[in-house]
Nanobody, 122 residues
């Protein structure tokens, strides 16, 4: 059974930092790609970042967010620095099946975490 367990998130002031983590079990971690998406209230879910054989970032987070991997723990982290109020959203991690090529498209990801709230106050 595939599971993605998310942790991290919370409330932070603008300019602050948070780290999200996503621990995967039940599938080959090194041969899959992980993406991060977010959904703000009243808005569609949008791509944030993804990593696999390459790393991708949305323009809105480039230079502020960084993905890192802890392969020994089957966990990836999303380090978020210089946070802005517009980063406020529920953040989801997602994993592909049988490919390590990351994409920006939600439908390319088979497994999803439950989401974690990130709130940035001004």
């Amino acid at each position: 059974q595939v599971q993605l367990v998310q942790s991290g998130g919370g409330l932070v002031q603008a300019g602050g930092s948070l780290r999200l983590s996503c621990a995967a079990s039940g599938l080959p971690f090194s041969s899959s790609a992980m993406g991060w998406f977010r959904q703000a209230p009243g808005k569609a879910r949008e791509f944030v970042a993804a990593s696999g054989d390459i790393t991708l970032y949305a323009d809105s987070v480039k230079g502020r967010f960084t993905i890192s991997s802890d392969n020994a723990k089957n966990t990836k982290h999303l380090q978020m620095n210089s946070l802005r109020p517009e980063d406020t959203a529920v953040y989801y991690c997602a994993q592909t099946w049988n490919t390590d090529v990351p994409t920006t498209r939600e439908y390319d990801y088979t497994y999803w975490g439950r989401g974690t709230q990130v709130t940035v106050s001004s």
